[in-house]
């Protein structure tokens, strides 16, 4: 048995790899996934007691997964601790490929170009399917949320689905202001929030109130989750690395597109009945504009 790659992160090996595991082994899967990496770095007993399984089931799981022993399996968490916790001053800047010395800019494209690749094949695709039919069901009402660079994300998803429908807003400004939001939604409710490492523990809280209230949470991360991973219904990874000093938040943005694209067509009619209705608002309000003007 071959140990696995190092350069993919073992959350995304056990979700895309949930659906050929027994019952057992899938609920310890789940119980890793919903308390990654730290439920994997409990003594074998301690993980089998937090998972509801026998040791030897856990044993069974990690086998599956490529590690003969416990330890290697264990080794393989500890590393991408290591990984999550780092911020610009300790990343290191890969090397550029080969001919790009005299234009770094055409390397570091290319770099991004295999990360957003690899991301988007990571995805479980019934994940992907739920979100985006969460996003276009316009019963519910949805708040974004973003951390210091991913707000970004956030508002670009955030400004796309007014387009399309009803009942959705960033949230934004200071966190004394969120409960007030959260007052006024409730279980049918949606909360989509952007976390990647150095996560935020504003944001954490913003989720763990969420999920108090019965909100649903999708969750937008980096291979190695956020915290709030624990505490969303859809967990939608993307890679972060770049040959850079900081990560890039490139992949978040094309998953954002995609998720854009698919819940269009999943909206009903009324939807685009709306769209249709809003650029001719817009249409009348810049006319509207131009002929006040002196």
């Given at each position: 048995?071959?140990?696995?790659?190092?350069?993919?992160?073992?959350?995304?090996?056990?979700?895309?790899?949930?659906?050929?595991?027994?019952?057992?082994?899938?609920?310890?899967?789940?119980?890793?996934?919903?308390?990654?990496?730290?439920a994997g770095l409990q003594a074998i007993t301690a993980f089998a007691t937090q998972a509801q399984v026998s040791p030897a089931t856990i044993?069974?799981?990690?086998?599956?997964?490529?590690?003969?022993?416990?330890?290697?399996?264990?080794?393989?968490?500890?590393?991408?601790?290591?990984?999550?916790?780092?911020?610009?001053?300790?990343?290191?800047?890969?090397?550029?490929?080969?001919?790009?010395?005299?234009?770094?800019?055409?390397?570091?494209?290319?770099?991004?170009?295999?990360?957003?690749?690899?991301?988007?094949?990571?995805?479980?695709?019934?994940?992907?399917?739920?979100?985006?039919?969460?996003?276009?069901?316009?019963?519910?009402?949805?708040?974004?949320?973003?951390?210091?660079?991913?707000?970004?994300?956030?508002?670009?998803?955030?400004?796309?689905?007014?387009?399309?429908?009803?009942?959705?807003?960033?949230?934004?400004?200071?966190?004394?202001?969120?409960?007030?939001?959260?007052?006024?939604?409730?279980?049918?409710?949606?909360?989509?929030?952007?976390?990647v490492r150095r996560y935020q523990p504003d944001l954490y809280a913003l989720a763990n109130a969420a999920r108090n209230a019965d909100l649903?949470?999708?969750?937008?991360?980096?291979?190695?989750?956020?915290?709030?991973?624990?505490?969303?219904?859809?967990?939608?990874?993307?890679?972060?690395?770049?040959?850079?000093?900081?990560?890039?938040?490139?992949?978040?943005?094309?998953?954002?597109?995609?998720?854009?694209?698919?819940?269009?067509?999943?909206?009903?009619?009324?939807?685009?009945?709306?769209?249709?209705?809003?650029?001719?608002?817009?249409?009348?309000?810049?006319?509207?504009?131009?002929?006040?003007?002196?």
């Open positions: 048995m071959t140990t696995p790659s190092d350069s993919q992160v073992l959350a995304t090996t056990i979700r895309q790899r949930l659906g050929d595991l027994t019952q057992s082994e899938r609920q310890a899967a789940r119980a890793l996934l919903s308390d990654y990496p730290l044993q069974r799981l990690i086998g599956r997964l490529g590690y003969p022993r416990y330890a290697d399996f264990q080794s393989k968490l500890r590393s991408e601790l290591d990984e999550r916790l780092k911020g610009p001053l300790v990343l290191e800047r890969p090397a550029q490929d080969e001919g790009a010395a005299e234009r770094p800019w055409l390397g570091f494209g290319a770099a991004l170009t295999r990360q957003v690749e690899a991301s988007l094949q990571d995805l479980v695709p019934s994940e992907v399917e739920a979100v985006a039919t969460l996003l276009a069901t316009d019963a519910r009402r949805i708040v974004v949320a973003g951390g210091r660079f991913t707000r970004s994300a956030a508002t670009y998803l955030c400004t796309h689905l007014q387009h399309m429908r009803g009942g959705v807003s960033e949230i934004t400004g200071p966190n004394s202001v969120w409960a007030d939001l959260l007052l006024d939604l409730g279980r049918r409710d949606l909360l989509v929030v952007f976390d649903r949470i999708v969750l937008v991360t980096d291979p190695w989750m956020s915290p709030i991973a624990a505490l969303a219904h859809h967990v939608l990874p993307v890679r972060v690395e770049a040959p850079s000093a900081w990560d890039t938040i490139v992949p978040a943005m094309v998953l954002t597109e995609a998720l854009i694209a698919e819940a269009h067509a999943r909206v009903p009619q009324g939807g685009r009945k709306r769209m249709s209705e809003l650029e001719r608002l817009r249409s009348d309000l810049t006319t509207a504009d131009r002929t006040s003007q002196p």
